[in-house]
């Protein structure tokens, strides 16, 4: 974190631009009664009212900036104290040096915290359900990476050992949304960094909860692991039971937001996977091969069931498929990515 969020008076902030306090009230419209009191208070921020910091922000050269660093950098060093007294050491160069919106990497260090403390009750479900999406999850992805310079913390495996510990604990009642949310989003993390299964991660959960967490399993290991067989197995198992394959369905959209996350896990009948599209030609890109047969012969004809134009990106998919099908050195891989092609070409 850059010095800028260090606790400063007022009258420091403005001091550089030779303002005193009678010209802080004029150009803000603020009482010089209410100016002074805060002057050379250092912990000014946490005294000032929300409109008089809006008509400051509105009129002052560098209070809105001083303002966001000054609280990210509090929020920040209280989790770093606090994650340090359980055990987890910040890398604070990673976080400076991340791409993504520090105010969701604090998010993630919250998380974190909540986790190794076991704190199992509806109010971590609900927090950890709120990682569902491809911007908060790239957060939580930091918080558990364990490669140097990416990962917030110096050494993830504690994080790993308490999440495994506290995700039984968190499915507590029979149907939960944010339960069944948090667990998906737990086990994904653990087996994408540890390749890890269900049956290893040693806790059961019934019904809906189970199906989702499994998919949440399945893509953090095939990340992880590349192995075609858990993805072929994955294939016959949504091919077996229907609500594997209808949360299947609804999983891509709402992590992309294309679709409202929704309880009932129900999508729309019309829907553009516009933002899905994207994500999809991402990863046929990235990802391993044993990742890439997953969406061929797996989410993609789900999705073309559910939007046949694929967010506009017809063209691109089918290139996109070719390519990479090409380059892979498994004959299922390929064909199965030769098959969908042809079908892509057969669409009007």
Not at 54 to 61: R, V
Not at 240 to 264: N, Q
Request: net charge negative; with cysteine; aromatic share 8%.
């Amino acid at each position: 974190m850059t010095a800028d969020g260090e606790p400063r008076s007022l009258s420091e902030i403005t001091r550089d631009m030779g303002l005193n306090m009678s010209d802080v009230a004029a150009f803000s419209g603020l009482d010089e009664s209410t100016v002074f009191r805060l002057w050379d208070n250092a912990e000014w921020l946490d005294r000032v009212s929300g409109r008089s910091l809006q008509s400051l922000m509105a009129s002052i050269p560098g209070i809105a900036e001083y303002s966001r660093a000054h609280a990210i950098r509090k929020r920040l060093d209280g989790l770093v104290s606090d994650l340090g007294a359980e055990g987890l050491a910040v890398d604070l160069d990673a976080l400076d040096g991340s791409p993504v919106p520090q105010q969701l990497l604090l998010n993630a260090l919250e998380a974190g915290l909540r986790i190794v403390r076991g704190e199992a009750n509806q109010r971590t479900s609900s927090f950890i359900a709120r990682f569902w999406g491809r911007e908060p999850d790239t957060a939580l992805e930091a918080l558990y990476s364990t490669e140097r310079g990416h990962g917030l913390l110096t050494d993830p495996a504690k994080l790993f050992e308490s999440s495994v510990e506290l995700a039984p604990r968190l499915n507590r009642k029979t149907y939960s949304f944010h339960s069944i949310l948090a667990l998906n989003i737990l086990t994904h993390q653990v087996s994408k960094v540890t390749g890890e299964m269900e049956a290893d991660l040693g806790f059961e959960v019934p019904g809906r909860q189970t199906a989702f967490m499994m998919r949440g399993v399945v893509m953090g290991s095939l990340i992880s692991s590349n192995d075609l067989d858990l993805a072929e197995r994955y294939r016959r198992e949504l091919d077996a039971t229907p609500v594997y394959a209808a949360l299947e369905e609804w999983s891509f959209p709402t992590y992309m937001r294309d679709g409202r996350i929704s309880s009932d896990f129900t999508l729309p009948s019309s829907l553009s996977l516009r933002n899905t599209a994207n994500e999809v030609l991402r990863e046929i890109a990235d990802y391993n091969d044993a990742y890439v047969y997953y969406l061929a012969s797996t989410y993609i004809p789900l999705a073309l069931r559910r939007d046949p134009a694929f967010g506009g990106r017809l063209a691109e998919l089918t290139r996109a498929l070719e390519l990479r099908g090409a380059d892979c050195e498994d004959r299922r891989i390929r064909e199965t990515c030769n098959t969908l092609v042809r079908r892509l070409k057969e669409l009007p």
